[in-house]
């Protein structure tokens, strides 16, 4: 078929006509798909980095999750942890109403008396004050010398070649060693208060006039007195029986010796104490229960296991993660020891004071554990939920940032169809007038 010939403003006006409909065609593609490309061959370069910044976008996100199941264990460690501090806090509860009921084992001994009938008589003073106004010695001193109405009396310690006192006391695993200056005007009640500096007994005179050593514990206690010419001398002297001067205050030169002392524990035990321990250590027994019911998900930080909760898309040394490892959080392991009624090596003695001043020890310390722990365990949360965040955050900027690349922007594009859909109407009016330019050249033949 011979082709039709157009006039050159009729194809001139077809042409332009043509056009704006094929544009009319890609923006209209654009508003039913909301992108303004595609496919690569709208934009290799768009198109491509779109792909690879959803890609990424995609697989942050995946990782959200496990970022999500980390910060879960890591929560369920903590409040593992605080359960756990109660039942200290309930534990030392107990130690205290123990240490409230008075223990009845202590090793107690009252030595002789240091005052007599006669004394109080001639000095009108107690039994008591008459001994704590004596003096150690005197200058030369051969023998005891009672007290007078105008003397004190003194024990017979020899002040001019004895010029240091000294005490060694020993219970259980602590020793107390220590002298003092002997004058012509230290008495008994200066002995009292040098003894009581020991920390580990108590000593004090009675009505009766007697000087008594009591234990804190229920251990035996060794008790030594000893005078010499310098502190050293005196520490020694009150450490052997055969040298000590136990015989001056009343107690037997024995009483230096662990296995020779009077300074003995009754065996008596306290109903309340007893009763305490099963309390105590049922609560010990709880801390274990309680660490081992503290798992996320399989994972257990109270039970030495680890975490790792992995930040980015990367793998090998371009991977950024938070590896925690866990602690294995038992009883035992915070140094709570169990409780019983007796004096053993690695238990705790609910009858003996001391024991329960060093379960007080062990149990403060143990607080401090777990708090240590518990503040690891919340930096660890805080660095987990902050990348959670950053990681969302970035999720998002990739998106936006992909979008931005490849999607279309509505009122732009329907601003440009408008304006296309106008020039269409133009180039439709321009053909119909070439078109009737062609045919007023018809009628001139008419």
């Known amino acids: 078929m011979a082709n039709t010939i157009l006039s050159n403003g009729v194809r ?61 264990t890591i929560q369920a460690a903590s409040k593992g942890i605080d359960g756990i501090t109660k039942l200290v806090q309930s534990l030392q509860s107990t130690v205290k109403q123990a240490q409230a009921d008075a223990a009845q084992n202590r090793p107690t001994k009252a030595g002789g008396a240091l005052a007599n009938a006669a004394e109080t008589a001639v000095t009108s003073k107690s039994l008591k004050d008459v001994a704590l106004d004596k003096l150690i010695g005197a200058a030369g001193a051969a023998a005891p010398a009672a007290a007078t109405a105008s003397s004190p009396g003194h024990l017979g310690i020899n002040t001019t070649t004895n010029t240091n006192a000294a005490f060694s006391i020993t219970v259980g695993a602590d020793t107390y060693e220590a002298s003092f200056p002997l004058t012509a005007t230290t008495t008994v009640r200066d002995m009292v208060n040098e003894i009581n500096k020991s920390g580990l007994v108590t000593a004090f005179v009675d009505e009766k006039g007697q ?19 310098a502190g050293p001398a005196a520490i020694s002297a009150a450490q052997v029986a055969g040298t000590n001067s136990n015989a001056a205050i009343n107690f037997a030169a024995a009483d230096a010796d662990l296995a ?37 998900n399989g994972i257990n930080l109270l039970s030495g296991d680890r975490l790792s909760i992995v930040f980015n898309e990367k793998t090998g040394r371009n991977q950024t993660k938070l590896d925690i490892q866990g602690s294995n959080i038992t009883a035992d392991n915070i ?96 053909l119909s007038l070439a078109n009737q330019a062609d045919q007023g050249v018809l009628r001139l033949f008419g």
């Open 211 to 229: 000087l008594n050593v009591k234990g804190k514990g229920s251990q035996t206690v060794e008790f030594g007195f000893g005078v010499g010419n």
């Open 335 to 430: 140094g709570i020891p169990r409780a019983i009624n007796t004096q053993l090596a690695g238990f705790i003695n609910f009858q003996n004071d001391a024991d329960l001043e060093k379960a007080t020890a062990a149990l403060t310390g143990s607080l401090a554990s777990l708090k240590s722990l518990a503040s690891t365990l919340g930096s660890n949360l805080s660095v987990a939920q902050t990348r959670q965040d950053f990681t969302k955050e970035l999720s998002n900027v990739l998106i936006t940032g992909a979008g931005n690349l490849v999607l279309a922007d509505p009122n732009e594009e329907g601003a440009s169809l408008l304006a296309l859909n106008t020039r269409q109407q133009l180039s439709q009016t321009a």
């Open 12 to 72: 001139n006006n077809l042409l332009t006509l043509q056009q704006t409909t094929a544009q009319q065609g890609v923006i209209q593609n654009r508003l039913a798909t909301g992108r303004k490309v595609n496919s690569a061959i709208d934009n290799p370069v768009n198109y491509f980095t779109s792909v690879s910044l959803n890609d990424r976008s995609s697989q942050l996100t995946g990782l959200l999750d496990g970022i999500s199941n980390g910060i879960q």
């Open 260 to 296: 020779t002392s009077t300074i003995t524990s009754p065996n008596i035990t306290s109903a309340v104490r007893s009763n305490l321990i099963d309390q105590f250590n049922d609560l010990r027994d709880k801390i274990d229960d309680l660490a081992k019911d503290s798992s996320y």
